[in-house]
């Protein structure tokens, strides 16, 4: 049985009453108007730890909020906060894309710098009281891995709580369905789609940054595709990828970033892209797993006023949280499917979304957030969840039908163009 806080949540009445009353210090509102709820913690436990609830808004539980749970070092709690509202907005754009269910979430531990090495290798703590958290607002939020958290991790926090959706529940194939394959195989399917528009994969010069377990996995596959794959990461080890042209990491990271490329694909961290670098970038578009991969706004800007096309990861970094849909929608197919046909099923949605991104964007170039919330909200899609059984019914081979080659370019016509890697950026 779970364990229940005493002040366990019985319906959303309650839950806004408890949002609106605790507003002296436990309710943050960012400037795009997020919630913010931070939880209390066990600081004899825990010290220093403070850790922060986010939903993009009201929370609803017949939409609950969605995002994964981020162990971080933040310099003071006020940044914490502010990347906790961005974050859950980012989500909630991510959820609306592909119609999963849920709204936008986010759950951010904020930890001493000091104590990040001791406090990651002993999370029980952290995820005991995370647990409870969850528990209090019983089925309004729903969290998953994130930044420092594994599958192990969300194993012991499932035993705490119902409310994380990590792939656990496969019979007798537990931790076989893996979320983070699903996010990259997402990030190949949106790579796939935006070069669909430029002729395709094969042969493009691709930068991953950050060879983690979804950036592993996006180099390698990448490579077999046909693409001339490049790596970096600060574990140079990690970044031998078979079928790679070479790993970089012995170079400075930001020269790595600047060499010219058709595709930047980030799956490191946030905020990597600052002003100055988004000034020197000579990659052709950009697009990957990373979230927040912009220090501000003006970067972005920046980046797109040059030319560069961004695909945001609204699009290309959305497969947890498809995986997550059918998990909750349609858990009978996802109890019964191979992780394969779910993996093939997420790089084919989210390619058909980055395909249309890249074409339009070549039709009439314009701010990519903009555009991203117009493809959401203009596309009245069934709930993407409820979708996976009958398209593995439809698909003769669904394992391969989303990696396979590019053939003839999708984009609009005449308004195709070959990336070169010797195309420059003003």
């Given at each position: 049985m779970h364990s229940r806080s005493t002040s366990t949540l019985r319906s959303a009445s309650r839950a806004q009453r408890l949002i609106s009353v605790n507003t002296q210090g436990t309710i943050r509102m960012a400037p795009a108007q997020p919630l913010v709820l931070e939880v209390p913690l066990d600081q004899e436990k825990v010290p220093g730890l403070e850790l922060f609830v986010a939903s993009d808004g009201m929370l609803d539980k017949s939409k609950p909020a969605n995002g994964g749970l981020r162990l971080w070092t933040y310099d003071t709690k006020e940044a914490a906060v502010e990347e906790a509202a961005r974050l859950a907005s980012g989500m909630s754009l991510k959820h609306q894309m592909y119609n999963t269910g849920f709204s936008g979430g986010k759950l951010v531990c904020r930890m001493p710098k000091e104590r990040m090495e001791e406090l990651a290798n002993d999370k029980k703590t952290i995820l005991d009281q995370t647990g409870a958290a969850l528990n209090t607002l019983e089925g309004f939020v729903y969290t998953g891995c994130d930044v420092n958290m594994s599958i192990p991790d969300m194993e012991y926090l499932r035993r705490q709580t119902p409310y994380v959706l990590a792939s656990l529940d496969a019979r007798g194939k537990q931790w076989e369905m893996d979320a983070n394959i699903a996010t990259a195989s997402g990030v190949v399917g949106g790579v796939c789609g935006a070069l669909d528009a430029y002729g395709g994969v094969e042969g493009k010069k691709v930068l991953v940054h950050g060879t983690g377990q979804v950036g592993a996995?996006?180099?390698?596959?990448?490579?077999?595709?046909?693409?001339?794959?490049?790596?970096?990461?600060?574990?140079?080890?990690?970044?031998?990828?078979?079928?790679?042209?070479?790993?970089?990491?012995?170079?400075?990271?930001?020269?790595?970033?600047?060499?010219?490329?058709?595709?930047?694909?980030?799956?490191?961290?946030?905020?990597?892209?600052?002003?100055?670098?988004?000034?020197?970038?000579?990659?052709?578009?950009?697009?990957?797993?990373?979230n927040l991969p912009f220090r501000t706004v003006e970067a972005r800007k920046i980046v797109e006023s040059r030319g560069i096309v961004f695909v945001p990861e609204c699009i290309t970094s959305a497969g947890a949280i498809i995986l997550d849909s059918v998990e909750m929608y349609d858990n009978e197919a996802y109890l019964d499917a191979e992780p394969g046909d779910i993996y093939a099923f997420v790089g084919e949605r989210v390619r058909v979304k980055s395909t249309e991104f890249a074409q339009r964007q070549l039709e009439h170039y314009r701010d990519s957030l903009e555009l991203a919330q117009e493809i959401a909200t203009s596309d009245e899609q069934p709930r993407v969840g409820t979708l996976f059984a009958l398209w593995k019914d439809q698909s003769s081979a669904p394992v391969t039908r989303f990696v396979g080659a590019a053939g003839p370019s999708r984009a609009v016509a005449g308004q195709t163009r070959q990336i070169t890697t010797s195309s420059k950026h003003n």
């Open positions: 996995f996006v180099a390698q596959k990448l490579a077999s595709l046909g693409a001339l794959v490049y790596t970096y990461d600060i574990n140079s080890a990690r970044a031998d990828i078979p079928g790679i042209v070479a790993n970089q990491s012995a170079l400075p990271e930001r020269e790595f970033l600047i060499q010219q490329a058709d595709i930047l694909v980030p799956c490191s961290c946030s905020n990597i892209v600052d002003e100055e670098l988004a000034h020197e970038l000579r990659c052709d578009v950009l697009a990957g797993a990373s």
